[in-house]
Each structure stands twice: as C-alpha cells, then as structure tokens.
T-cell receptor
C-alpha cells in the first residue's frame, strides 16, 4: 500500500544548529514533493516545492533535497531559531491525480 | 489577497446532529479542497472541486458527508448524523492549479467536537 513516513517523534535542537527532517515514501511515483509548515491551531503554510528531476531546492535558510531512487526527501533549516518551532509536513503531488497526499508531520522544537 | 476563510472556527455538537461548515477560497482560485486532520496526523484528503464540479471524493467520505460549491465560489461541507469519530479539524484549501505544481493555500480550519 502507499505510505508516506515522517519521524513521528519530535526533533529537539539548539538554536543556531541545522535541523534535518526526513520524508520517506513507498509505492508512489511523485512528480513533485512539497513541504508545509503548520503551527498549532492553524492551517498548513506552503514553504517549498521540488520537482522529480531536481535534486535540490533552496529558499533563504531552507533547503530541500529529493532522491527518487531512495524515495526520500530531506528538509533542512540552517541557523535554526526558536521561531522555526512548528510541525513540518511533506506532501506528494502525484502525476495524473489532482490531490496532495500528506505525511504525518514532524514536530520541530528549537530551544535557545 | 485576503486568504482562505473558514467558518465557524469551532463547532461543538451533540451526536446525531447535522453540521455545516463554510469555506471562502482565494477569489481567483478555481480549485478547492477539503481535508480532515486529527491530532498527531497529517491532513487527509476528502474531496475537491474545480470550479463548481466535484471531481473526486475519497473513499473515507461516507454518505453522511456532502460537499457543494455552487457557482464555483464558496463551498460548504455538511455532515449529517454526526458521530464522535467525526471530531477533527476540517481544513479547506484553494489553488490556481494551472499544472500539477501549484501549492495549496489553507484556511485555519473548523474544529469540530462531537459529544
């Protein structure tokens, strides 16, 4: 069956360090992969999109990689700040379908 | 751009009652999606519209659930004969969806509690 897995345990890191979150998928052939941020009680907010033929995408302190052979995406936040504390969701945008399928999300806590 | 608006923000209802939620998407977006999210989980796809046409409905959506988007603008999601298992956050999102690469713009959801 199709599955998207993200670390279910919270990731706790110190301010200034790089946070790395993982998204693994099975039995999908995504054309795109997206990352969203979600704060408690709010809807997800789009951060980055990466296509299947792109290895890496950057936006300010954010970097996403996409390895279709490993079926994995890594999401990095460099120089992390307490304001980066949130849940981060990966979502697969699959060709020939018109919906995003979300992972369970990973909660990131950045402490001073 | 006023964003996606959802009403009400919170709804508490007794088991067996009917509830209706409203979503106002970003005005120029032709696609509208409904998702459901429970604690500790990611959003689960329920259904989506392109303009006024409902194009797909998840198998998760029982016949107690119905969604409409008359005139291709706002949308409503109705749950009939609510059950405690329906308690969740109901999220609406819209996109311009010119290809398979448009991000979704989410509202802040309606939190439903069924007692």
């Amino acid at each position: 069956s199709q599955k998207i897995e993200q670390n279910s345990e919270a990731l706790n890191i110190q301010e200034g360090k790089t946070a790395t979150l993982t998204c693994n998928y099975t039995n999908y052939s995504p054309a795109y992969l997206q990352w969203y941020r979600q704060d408690p009680g709010r809807g997800p907010v789009f951060l980055l999109l990466i296509r299947e033929n792109e290895k890496e995408k950057r936006k300010e302190r954010l970097k996403v990689t996409f390895d279709t052979t490993l079926k994995q995406s890594l999401f990095h936040i460099t120089a992390s700040q307490p304001a980066d504390s949130a849940t981060y969701l990966c979502a697969l945008d699959i060709i020939d379908t018109d919906k995003l399928i979300f992972g369970t999300g990973t909660r990131l806590q950045v402490f001073p | 751009d006023t964003g996606v608006s959802q009403n009400p923000r919170h709804k508490i209802t007794k088991r067996g009652q009917n509830v209706t939620f409203r979503c106002d998407p970003i005005s120029e977006h032709n696609r509208l999606y409904w998702y459901r999210q429970t604690l500790g989980q990611g959003p689960e796809f329920l259904t989506y519209f392109q303009n006024e046409a409902q194009l797909e409905k998840s198998r998760l959506l029982s016949d107690r659930f119905s969604a409409e988007r008359p005139k291709g603008s706002f949308s409503t999601l109705e749950i009939q004969r609510t059950e405690q298992g329906d308690s969740a956050m109901y999220l609406c999102a819209s996109s311009s969806r010119t290809g398979y690469n448009s991000p979704l713009h989410f509202g802040n959801g309606t939190r439903l509690t069924v007692t």
